[in-house]
Nanobody, 125 residues
């Protein structure tokens, strides 16, 4: 069983930065993929970024590529999302998720079996 707890959300002006953290409890093995997803009001949950728990592979949505950076600290069992050059359209509830099974394409939220409660990110114009 894996539990995920996000932190670091808040209100920021357009062009600003935030760093989200996701603390994981339980055993995260090398086959895990960790991801960040977001959901804005009235919209479906969408993929933001993912990272393999072992190795260096990272994946990004086109909308955040070059602005967001996903990283992890295996020793601390913590996942991060550094968000720079934030835009009002980045406003959403951001959730971290864990998929115990290695999959070639880590983009679908239905593949992830463990979810955090989410943290609100609001970007004002």
């Amino acid at each position: 069983q894996v539990q995920l707890v996000e932190s670091g959300g808040g209100l920021v002006q357009a062009g600003g930065s935030l760093r989200l953290s996701c603390a994981a409890s339980g055993r995260i093995s090398s086959t895990y993929t960790m991801g960040w997803f977001r959901q804005a009001p009235g919209k479906e949950r969408e993929f933001v970024a993912a990272i393999r728990w072992s190795g260096s592979s990272t994946y990004y949505a086109d909308s955040v590529k070059g602005r967001f950076t996903i990283s992890r600290d295996n020793a601390k069992n913590t996942l991060y999302l550094q968000m720079n050059s934030l835009k009002p359209e980045d406003t959403a509830v951001y959730s971290c998720a864990a998929d115990p099974t290695y999959r070639t394409y880590p983009y679908s939220p239905t593949q992830y079996g463990y979810w955090g409660q989410g943290t609100q990110v609001t970007v004002s114009s």
